[in-house]
């Protein structure tokens, strides 16, 4: 089945600084990629996907970008903001009537 | 993006009663739903599939008869925690996909047994 490696778990930022968390997947079948936003006792947002016959997308300061061939994703958040600390989670989709499968999320700390 | 709406966001209850968590897609319709725990600083655990119509598909190690989960709308999911025990104390969360195959998160659940 598929696995999803996701790195670094956690990452302190400077304030307008940019972050960048990458994750890896297994299922080469896999064809969506989501990344979610958990902050504390909320359930996790949507902040932006990817498919993949696409290998970047942008949405302001947040873009993911994806290596089919290598089978990475990786989330960049430029300009960060004190409200962009949270924990996010990467994702991957194998296919419809599949199960998402998560990876063990990253820990942001924006920096005054 | 869709909304999924999950109620109640805290409860306490007491060890051996029940408690349902309710978990309603707004504005699409979700012939499938899924449902979270998550233990503290650790990622989502799926407990179960919630199907439409027909009964759940639950995964490895947990127990359908602790968890019950009903799925008698396009709009709504419920899952039981029967007679509850301080064990079952965790952050419980539902999922529901658009007509897109987008995932979107309920709040959550936190729900304390004492």
Known sequence: ?112 | GAVVSQHPSRVICKSGTSVKIECRSLDFQATTMFWYRQFPKQSLMLMATSNEGSKATYEQGVEKDKFLINHASLTLSTLTVTSAHPEDSSFYICSARDPSEKAFFGQGTRLTVV
């Open chain 1, 1 to 112: 089945g598929e696995n999803v490696e996701q790195h670094p778990s956690t990452l302190s930022v400077q304030e307008g600084d940019s972050a960048v968390i990458k994750c890896t997947y297994s299922d080469s079948a896999s064809n969506y990629f989501p990344w979610y936003k958990q902050e504390l006792g909320k359930g996790p947002q949507l902040i932006i996907d990817i498919r993949s016959n696409v290998g970047e997308k942008k949405d302001q300061r947040i873009a993911v970008t994806l290596n089919k061939t290598a089978k990475h994703f990786s989330l960049h958040i430029t300009e960060t903001q004190p409200e962009d600390s949270a924990v996010y989670f990467c994702a991957a989709f194998p296919g419809p009537g599949d199960k998402i499968i998560f990876g063990k999320g990253t820990r942001l700390h924006i920096l005054p």
